[in-house]
Nanobody
Framework: QVQLVESGGGLVQAGGSLRLSCAAS????????MGWYRQAPGKQRELVAT???????NYADSVKGRFTISRDNAKNMVYLQMNNLKPEDTMVYYC????????????????WGQGTQVTVSS
């Protein structure tokens, strides 16, 4: 199976920065796109940013200019640099891998990480 593990979350003051990392492990042949999503208690999960294997990135309007997504295809890792954090960024952040081709399934599949908490104090 394929597993995604996030790291880098924590507690920061408004205006501070954090860098999230996500590592995909398993017998992986390729990953079409990787991304970050976030969710607050009692709220729907929302897209933060995605990036393709060709490094084409897309961002939610709420994080444009503040967050930067990047990936290392050779290591099957994706990162999210978060700058100028705001209290409204306080959520659990989830790593996503879409279109994963691995040794276990015959068709591409999507995987999710367990999430990492980001808390921004005012």
């Amino acid at each position: 199976q394929v597993q995604l593990v996030e790291s880098g979350g924590g507690l920061v003051q408004a205006g501070g920065s954090l860098r999230l990392s996500c590592a995909a492990s398993g017998i992986i042949f390729s990953i079409n796109a990787m991304g970050w999503y976030r969710q607050a208690p009692g709220k729907q999960r929302e897209l933060v940013a995605t990036i393709t294997s060709g490094t084409s990135a897309n961002y939610a309007d709420s994080v444009k200019g503040r967050f930067t997504i990047s990936r290392d295809n050779a290591k099957n890792m994706v990162y999210l640099q978060m700058n100028n954090l705001k209290p409204e960024d306080t959520m659990v952040y989830y790593c996503n891998a879409a279109g994963v081709r691995d040794a276990w399934y015959g068709r591409p599949r999507d995987y999710w990480g367990q999430g990492t908490q980001v808390t921004v104090s005012s």
